[in-house]
T-cell receptor, first 115, second 112 residues
Framework: GNSVTQMEGPVTLSEEAFLTINCTYTATGYPSLFWYVQYPGEGLQLLLK?????DKGSNKGFEATYRKETTSFHLEKGSVQVSDSAVYFC??????????????FGKGTSLLVTP | DAGVIQSPRHEVTEMGQEVTLRCKPI?????LFWYRQTMMRGLELLIYFNNNVPIDDSGMPEDRFSAKMPNASFSTLKIQPSEPRDSAVYFC??????????FGPGTRLTVL
């Protein structure tokens, strides 16, 4: 079946540090890949996405590249801010329409950025 | 647009009581999803609807859980009877065809 594995947290970084959160997936065909962010007390918000191999999703300084050869979609940011503190979820949507495009989520990685 | 609306935001109840969670999807979206989030299991898909029809309820934990979508603008998730292990944050999400899912703010359920 489809699954997403992301690195365990929590991750604690100082402001302006470089961020990488690893995500790998298992799926048949060509899924779409997503990063969602959840701020405290809120629902999930789409951060970025990529729908085919070698696509790069980017938003708010975050980037992730769809790597089919390594089945990965690692999230990166060159310089984190305190306001980036949140929980980050990697997710995939299967490529076949029978699934209804329901998302398979990783367990989430908590990020804390300190001043 | 108000986004996905969920009510209540917080619910505290006693074991054995019936709990009903409500969701209003974004107007024009034709798919609706219910998720449950816990520390132990993360985010789990419970059920989803396409055009008001339940498509896959294999994620529903057991017969105590039921979900309905009587029209395109309203869905409920009911737990009867509730148990302490049902304590979690329940999210509703909706999407239009070939588009991203938008999540509601969630309902935090505590069963004592």
């Amino acid at each position: 079946g489809n699954s997403v594995t992301q690195m365990e947290g929590p991750v604690t970084l100082s402001e302006e540090a470089f961020l990488t959160i690893n995500c790998t997936y298992t799926a048949t065909g060509y899924p779409s890949l997503f990063w969602y962010v959840q701020y405290p007390g809120e629902g999930l918000q789409l951060l970025l996405k990529a729908t085919k191999a070698d696509d790069k999703g980017s938003n708010k300084g975050f980037e992730a590249t769809y790597r089919k050869e390594t089945t990965s979609f690692h999230l990166e940011k060159g310089s984190v801010q305190v306001s980036d503190s949140a929980v980050y979820f990697c997710a995939l949507s299967p490529s076949n329409s029978n699934s209804g495009y329901a998302l398979n989520f990783g367990k989430g990685t908590s990020l804390l950025v300190t001043p | 647009d108000a986004g996905v609306i969920q009510s209540p935001r917080h619910e505290v109840t006693e074991m054995g009581q019936e709990v009903t969670l409500r969701c209003k999807p974004i107007s024009g979206h034709n798919s609706l999803f219910w998720y449950r989030q816990t520390m132990m299991r993360g985010l789990e898909l419970l059920i989803y609807f396409n055009n008001n029809v339940p498509i896959d309820d294999s994620g529903m934990p057991e017969d105590r859980f039921s979900a309905k979508m009587p029209n395109a603008s309203f869905s409920t998730l009911k737990i009867q009877p509730s148990e302490p292990r049902d304590s979690a944050v329940y999210f509703c999400a909706s999407r239009a065809q070939d588009a991203e899912q938008f999540f509601g703010p969630g309902t935090r359920l505590t069963v004592l």
